[in-house]
């Protein structure tokens, strides 16, 4: 066998959601008689990374991410290419997509007709008790002149609360906005960029002008419809079983847990090839023609350093936030007492350490018996760095909180504490300009590929695209596009 005919050995690092994805589609290409010989290596035990899924009290825990967004396919056409069509679910949306934001102690219903942070209808707004007046006046004004004045120079970035101030004013921005935005990045807003964070209502105004009038427009079209789809999707036996399907379809011998790469070298000479030697903290050495980074960026960081040390910074400046999730189920009396609705948001002027609680088996059915409640948690995030202390403290100050707003002094039957340390990828103001300097630098290094929540996306349909497209630019194009499957 010559060179150019022997299998071109492709090592992924990394065995969450993006890392899984490269190998399966390596793994159909493999079989389908491609020249491709893959293998993953993760560190830890176990395999999905932030994703995680738990029983207890008849329950279906979610220990990361509980759902995915509808409008954004590939989670969805994966599931079903694996054999869990079925299983997809959208969420309990006939009751009104109902959510409550806690203002001065108590809980009020968000605004109807909002179109995720964009108010589709002016009336809900206008009446809303959330917002104070200053922005209301600030929400019609730019419904009626169709613009927002400021901005950045054209081509320039922005914050994502310069963004929305210039919109919608610091009412909406503080009230709403950022807590909707601190359950997905956790980060601030100052600091979050407009265009990788809210492109698509970036891109609203550059063709509408007014965010109002692009979101009323969008309204319009769909408000013909008997039964409007869920925002929000998930697997009924939950997002674990995803990763369970994944794993099945990739064999056993390559997988490698337990296996932590410790630093990259280069292999050959050949700057068009060169191949490269992955030292393991174990003392192993795996060779690899190809090298897929499934890892967080800080970690891809200090991998790509010794090959490339401006790479490895850009990588490195990528901040990161932590979360924490508390599971906690109750008994069914419980049920009664708490209010419609998917749950509350909690904005920072409350000076508490919740950043949003789901009352998940109103969210989704079969998430929890009749005579259970399931209750979710979350904390962390920019502005609560101190939140990884004990589990103990952690329950405790929930049980506090959830005490103070929600009047729930039941002692649970179960709870957990579920920690991401550097989990959340933040995108900062010019995250765009990094991503092309990046880009840049890869060039220089044939053969390394990125994947993950830190580049282009950081719901799960984002980073099983970005192992896709990982997959298919470390075979040449060898791995075929997605077919959709229904």
């Known amino acids: 066998m010559t060179i150019e005919d022997r299998p071109r050995r492709i090592l992924i690092v990394g065995g969450g959601i993006a890392g899984l994805t490269a190998a399966f589609r390596l793994g159909q290409a493999r079989r389908r008689g491609r020249p491709v010989d893959e293998l993953l290596l993760e560190a830890g035990d176990r395999l999905g990374g932030v994703i995680r899924t738990d029983q207890a009290e008849g329950c279906v825990i979610e220990a990361g991410p509980d759902s995915f967004l509808r409008e954004k396919p590939a989670a969805a056409a994966l599931a079903r290419e694996l054999g869990l069509g079925d299983s997809l679910m959208g969420s309990n949306d006939d009751g009104g997509r109902r959510t409550c934001i806690l203002r001065r102690g108590r809980l009020e219903p968000m605004p109807d007709g909002m179109m995720l942070m964009v108010p589709a209808r002016l009336a809900p707004v206008l009446k809303s008790p959330l917002i104070p007046w ?7 004004r730019e419904w009626l002149t169709g613009r927002a004045p400021g901005g950045p120079p054209s081509g320039e970035d922005e914050s994502v609360s310069s963004f929305v101030t210039r919109h919608f004013g610091a009412g909406m ?37 007014s965010l109002i009038r692009a979101a009323r427009a969008m309204r319009n079209k769909t408000a013909a419809s008997a039964s409007p789809e869920p925002i929000f999707m998930t ?24 296996r932590r790469v410790a630093r990259i070298e280069r292999a050959g000479s050949d700057a068009e090839a060169p191949g490269y030697r992955l030292m393991l903290e174990d003392g192993s050495v795996r060779e690899a023609d190809r090298v897929i ?93 101190q939140v990884m202390a004990d589990d103990d403290a952690v329950l405790r100050t929930v049980r506090e909180e959830l ?58 349909p984002d980073v099983i695209r970005t192992g896709e497209a990982a997959a298919r630019e470390g075979t040449g194009d060898l791995v075929p596009e997605r077919v959709e499957v229904r």
Request: net charge neutral.
């Open 134 to 140: 200053c922005s209301k006046w600030t929400i019609v």
């Open 173 to 209: 921005l503080g009230t709403i906005v950022e807590p909707l935005l601190a359950g997905v990045y956790g980060g601030d807003s100052s600091q979050l960029s407009a265009r990788s964070v809210l492109g698509r209502f970036e891109d609203m105004e550059r063709r509408h002008g």
């Open 235 to 258: 697997l009924g036996e939950g997002l674990g079983s995803l990763v369970a399907a994944l794993a099945r379809e990739i064999e056993p011998e390559r997988v490698e847990l337990g």
């Open 293 to 385: 980074l499934a890892t967080p960026a800080w970690a891809s960081a200090a991998l790509v350093e010794p090959l490339d040390a401006e790479l490895g910074d850009e990588l490195a400046a990528i901040p990161y936030s932590s979360a924490v999730l508390v599971a906690l189920v109750y008994p069914g009396a419980v049920r009664s007492r708490l209010p419609q609705g998917f749950g509350f948001l909690v904005p920072r002027a409350e000076g508490r350490r919740l950043l949003a609680c789901t009352f998940v088996h109103q969210k989704f059915q079969h998430r929890a018996p009749p005579d259970r409640a399931l209750v979710r948690c979350f904390l962390g995030g920019a502005r609560d760095t």
């Open 403 to 460: 005490d103070s707003i929600l009047g729930v002094r039941d002692e649970p039957l179960f709870a957990r504490v579920y920690r991401w340390p550097r989990s959340m990828a933040q995108y900062m103001v010019g995250h765009d300009r990094r991503m092309e300097i990046i880009r840049e630098h890869l060039q220089r290094l044939p053969g390394i590929y990125l994947a993950g929540n830190a580049y282009s996306g950081i719901g799960i």
